[in-house]
């Protein structure tokens, strides 16, 4: 089931998966565009007491992806073609950037979730690989970690579309909602 994330209200009994690209939208120091009430959604699971989880599978992607994207920063300022590992991660560049995501985690991330162990290892893995263009392997982790908790998934990702909607995902991109509207069909 898909939920409309400007209509949802959370609850204190929700568990609530948040995708890394959602993270990105509420916690991350670069811009990443309007927040599509993620924030808000958040604010209002923290109010309302609800479970938030974080696995180790978000914390690397958020970091990952911020790092890569201050890199491709960097290198757009140094108007060069530089090596993410050889050069990038010796410069004060990116150790204050990776400084100010611990930051983050440790300010306005983990006091608010809950750490989680994903479970990989007890992880039904025979329907983990589903290639197609949307595809996504963390997408496919966080599905399951979402299955095992009886978690939702909050999230700003088409690419959950090619997923079993036997759990509910609670989204604001139009694309993903315009899917209530073909299931109802």
């Known amino acids: ?56 599978i978000q914390v690397s992607e958020f970091i990952n992806r911020n790092m890569r994207t201050q890199f491709e920063l960097y290198c757009d300022d140094k108007k060069e073609s530089l090596d993410y590992k050889r050069d990038y991660r010796q410069t004060e560049d990116y150790f204050t950037n990776l400084e100010a995501l611990c930051e983050i985690f440790e300010n306005d991330i983990f006091p608010y979730f809950i750490c989680i ?39 700003s990702d088409f690419d959950f579309s090619i997923f079993s909607f036997d759990h509910e995902i609670i989204t604001t991109l139009p694309k993903l909602l315009s899917l209530n509207n073909m299931m109802r069909k």
């Open 1 to 56: 089931m898909i939920i409309d994330g400007r209509d949802y209200k959370p609850l204190a009994s929700d568990i609530l998966l948040f995708d890394t690209n959602v993270l990105m939208r509420v916690f991350s120091p670069i811009n990443q565009g309007k927040c599509f009430g993620y924030d808000e959604i958040f604010s209002l699971a923290r109010e309302a007491g609800s479970k938030l989880l974080l696995s180790s």
């Open 117 to 155: 162990d994903d479970g990989f290892s007890k992880m039904d893995t025979t329907d983990l690989f589903c290639p197609s263009k949307e595809y996504d392997f963390n997408d496919k982790i966080l599905e399951k970690i979402a299955i095992s908790k009886h978690a939702k998934i909050v999230t």
